[in-house]
């Protein structure tokens, strides 16, 4: 009855997915000022690679949950290559250039990446196979399936781990302090070349997770499934506060919980005219929200401070 | 043997050549005051030997080894150090993880440990701040950090752009006591200042730079007593 708690329930599975998009983004705006619109085309080959790895391994005698592993570990360091690559072909030589430049860079990139995986893995959907237990559970009402609460927990030891690497170990300081003065973190020593690489190959390894995880959600992965992923977790990073890392994984939470609840309740609320397949409506209306009335986002204070 | 032989160096940027050929020279152990006019080129010197402006010509010998178009972050590592015009404070740092990355190319923890206690022994206040956002210092507390950051990469040749920039005149009395004192421990330092009268004061030697060019340089106290310099950088 009550569809609250589930709508919840999946806003928050959904937006756990959101957030560890948003901090690819945000973490390369916080280092470069540069909204790398490719981004979620990352996610996208993420997928890609590890359903073709999965597809190739199933049928063996390994079990489920053991190939899609697998299928990960694949992921995982073909996406850290392609974020070092792109920044190092699309990005570094356009550094100095104006902010429109490497904004336009970006997009090209971004279509770029996308026909090259409709050539490779063509343009119909691909099925991700049954190799999860879909067991689900009842609480007060509402269900939630195992896949949905390993997503979750997963995503959440991600968040952790990014948050204890950027605040407590060499790397993580040293990003910040390229973040704020690139120039002055070179005069510590700081390489802030492998600094920007680093980001952005912590950042595509995030992608590659996600990239699994929503196809494993959905069921399927398509090549055009960044475009829109990306621009919805791009809207979750500027309603944190774009360039804030908390501020991206409650920005990705908030929108997922904001588009379910909108899925969930714009049917009866307009007495069926609008379905819930408006529900990406929802994420963009946040945006423009946002950027009208709160423009740095809810943890956003990037005000000049450099001395 | 030199610690730093600057020839001929020429730095341009946006057109305007700001250094047109200079020559410097810095034994070890010695405190060199570069004096001159705002928009001499002294802050574009300090920045080129640091390796952030690419010199347009001449050559930069450091510990006898040229360094003329290294990048900054290797110069770090073999101890020249620049704490740069502003102080280059990391704002939403703490004060505490800002002389962290002053140790950042180091890997001796021990070392790291006593350097920081050193500092915090030097500088009480950033002690008592330690945990604290480095924006929230006034501005000579963020000189004593920017200072004491450069202390902790332990620096041979220490560049100093203005350290007096903007302090109020008991602040600037500790700074320049701060920097003797540091001189007097064997780091060689190179300081550019607009306050001529104090940086020759504490320095050995002094240059003097006018648009560009070197037009003196000599003993600190004799270019205290110079008609010329008395007249263009000391008000008499």
């Known amino acids: 009855m009550d569809i609250f708690l589930q709508q919840i329930i999946n806003g928050l ?51 489920g949950p053991v190939i899609v592993l697998m299928g990960l570990l694949i992921a995982i360091p073909a996406c850290m290559l392609l974020g070092y690559g792109i920044e190092r072909v699309a990005y570094r030589p356009l550094r100095h250039a104006p902010r429109l430049a490497p904004l336009i860079t970006a997009i090209g990139v971004s279509i770029v990446l996308q026909n090259l995986a409709m050539i490779v893995w063509g343009r119909q959907y691909i099925a991700f196979p049954p190799l999860l237990p879909n067991d689900a559970y009842v609480i007060a009402g509402a269900s939630i399936t195992l896949l949905q609460i390993f997503i979750f927990l997963l995503a959440t030891a991600i968040m952790v781990g990014l948050i204890f690497l950027v605040k407590r170990t060499r790397l993580g300081r040293a990003m910040r302090a390229t973040a704020q003065n ?50 919805k ?63 740095s986002g809810l943890l956003g204070e990037r005000t000049a401070e450099r001395a | 043997m030199n610690l730093l032989e600057v020839r001929g160096l020429k730095v341009s940027y946006g057109g305007i050549n700001a250094v047109k050929g200079i020559d410097l020279e810095i ?19 300090l920045r080129a030997l640091a390796g952030l402006e690419r010199p347009a010509g001449g050559t930069v010998h450091y510990q006898g080894h040229s360094i003329t178009r290294q990048p900054t972050h290797q110069l770090v590592r073999k101890g020249l150090v620049l704490v740069p015009e502003g102080r280059g404070i990391f704002g939403r740092l703490t004060v505490e993880e800002n002389l962290h990355m002053g140790a950042y190319c180091r890997d001796d923890a021990k070392g790291i440990k006593a350097d920081l206690q050193r500092v915090y022994a ?38 100093l752009d203005e350290p007096s920039m903007g302090l109020a005149p008991l602040m600037v009395q500790k700074i320049f006591e701060t920097i003797r004192a540091i001189a007097a421990e064997g780091v060689t330092i190179l300081l550019v200042e607009q306050n001529a009268k104090l940086a020759l004061e504490t320095s050995h030697r002094g240059y003097v730079l006018e648009s560009g060019l070197i037009t003196l340089h000599d003993e600190a106290r004799a270019l205290l007593s110079n008609q010329k310099v008395r007249h263009a950088y000391l008000g008499e």
């Open chain 1, 13 to 63: 599975v959904l937006g756990s997915i959101y957030a560890l998009v948003a901090l690819g983004y945000t973490m390369v705006y916080g280092i470069l000022g540069l909204i790398n619109f490719a981004h979620g085309e990352v996610v996208m080959i993420g997928a890609m690679v590890a359903l073709a790895a999965i597809h190739a391994l199933t049928g063996t005698a390994l079990p």
């Open chain 1, 182 to 231: 690139p120039e002055v973190a070179g005069l510590m020593g700081v390489n802030v070349n492998t600094v920007i690489s680093a980001t952005f190959i912590i950042g595509s390894a995030l992608a590659a997770v996600a990239g699994l995880m929503v196809g494993a959600y959905y069921g399927l992965a398509h090549y055009y499934m960044g475009f829109l992923l990306g621009l």
């Open chain 1, 233 to 295: 977790a791009f809207s979750a990073a500027v309603l944190g506060g774009i360039g804030n890392l908390g501020g991206a994984m409650l920005g990705g939470l908030l929108l997922g919980v904001i588009e379910s609840l909108g899925a969930g309740y714009i049917g009866p609320l307009t007495g069926g005219v609008l379905g819930s397949h408006y529900q990406d409506v929802f994420a963009f209306f946040v945006l423009i929200l946002v950027l009208v009335f709160r423009p």
């Open chain 2, 27 to 45: 034994r070890a152990g010695e405190l060199v005051a570069l004096i001159g006019a705002n928009g001499a080129g002294k802050s574009t010197t």
């Open chain 2, 122 to 159: 030097r500088f009480p206040r950033l002690q008592e701040r330690n945990h604290q956002a480095a924006g929230t210092l006034s501005g000579g507390e963020q000189q004593m950090l920017a200072i004491g950051r450069a202390l902790m990469s332990r620096p041979r040749l220490l560049l």
